[in-house]
């Protein structure tokens, strides 16, 4: 019987490799596609371990045909080709008076160009095994609602929803579903990140930029990367064949649509 295939960018660490792990327990073959390979190698090499099917693959999603080689390269491993989560992402702090054109384009060039090359690879491999599949983007809270600081970050969310909804559109009659997840705060090495530059920037100790954005989370607390884990196996999955074109709120009630 042939494998089911996942291929999630980013997943050498934080929610992309708590994606990777859920999706191998959900019985998947999964490509761990990271610009780091070290720690992609690490996660495949603990699925592995744990009795699933897993490959690292090296990509940096700014480069289409890398992107491309990584998916047809995984589709050949792996023996087929059925989701593709669009994971990877950057979040540098830009407070809006210092966004620079370089600082424009290293985000949007991996938060949106990233995701069209995977939707365009993963298409390519959904018709090259003559059936749909499933598009998982990487979208945020910061997506629905702009958030302080993080103005090209927020924008280029707003962007990947757009596409999202878009590309369900354009795709629904090749048997292709796309929707995106939107996380709250995650508690990964981005989000450690974005912590020590609002904090320093407001001449705090690092720990605030996080009391500040927790004190709009209604269940209190923030969220591990199992928590978004668990909904993107939802996404995966058959038990979502009904929904298209939708921004999946996981935010523990930051943002209310
Ligand atoms: N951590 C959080 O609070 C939230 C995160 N998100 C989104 O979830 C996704 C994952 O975030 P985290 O796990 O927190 O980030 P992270 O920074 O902890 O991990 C990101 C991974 O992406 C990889 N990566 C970065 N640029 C790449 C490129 N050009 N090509 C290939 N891989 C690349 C990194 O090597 C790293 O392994 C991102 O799209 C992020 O915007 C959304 C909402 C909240
Ligand atoms: C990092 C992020 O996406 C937030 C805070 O929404």
Not at 85 to 99: C, E, K, L, M, Q
Not at 116 to 133: D, P
Not at 160 to 180: E, F, P
Request: hydrophobic content about 45%; glycine content about 10%; charged content about 20%.
């Amino acid at each position: 019987m042939k494998n089911r295939v996942a291929f999630v960018t980013g997943a050498g660490q934080g929610i992309g490799s708590a994606i990777a792990i859920r999706l191998a327990k959900d019985g998947f073959a999964v490509a761990i596609a990271d610009f780091n390979v070290e720690t992609a190698q690490h996660v495949a090499d603990e699925i592995v371990r744990s009795g699933g099917k897993a490959i690292a693959l090296r990509v940096d999603v700014t480069q289409r045909e890398q992107v491309f080689h990584a998916v047809n390269e995984a589709r050949h491993v792996l023996g087929d080709f059925n989701v593709i989560v669009n994971n990877a992402g950057i979040a540098p702090s830009t407070p809006i008076a210092d966004i620079t054109e370089e600082i424009i384009d290293k985000v949007y060039d991996v938060n949106v160009k990233g995701v069209i090359w995977g939707m365009q690879a993963a298409i390519s491999a959904f018709v090259a095994e003559k059936h749909g599949g499933k598009i998982i983007n990487a979208c945020s809270q910061a997506g629905h609602v702009g958030n302080p600081d993080l103005a090209v970050y927020s924008s280029s969310k707003f962007a990947v929803r757009g596409l999202t909804q878009t590309a369900a559109k354009d795709l629904a009659n090749r048997g292709i579903t796309v929707n995106s997840f939107c996380p709250g705060i995650v508690k990964t090495p981005m989000w450690e990140s974005i912590d020590r530059q609002i904090s320093q920037a407001a001449g705090e100790p690092a720990g605030f930029g996080t009391q500040e954005f927790a004190k709009r989370i209604t269940l209190g607390r923030l969220s591990e990367p199992e928590d978004v884990a668990a909904c993107v196996s939802f996404l995966a999955g058959p038990d979502s064949n009904y929904m298209t074109g939708q921004s999946l709120l996981i935010d523990g009630g930051m943002v209310f649509n």
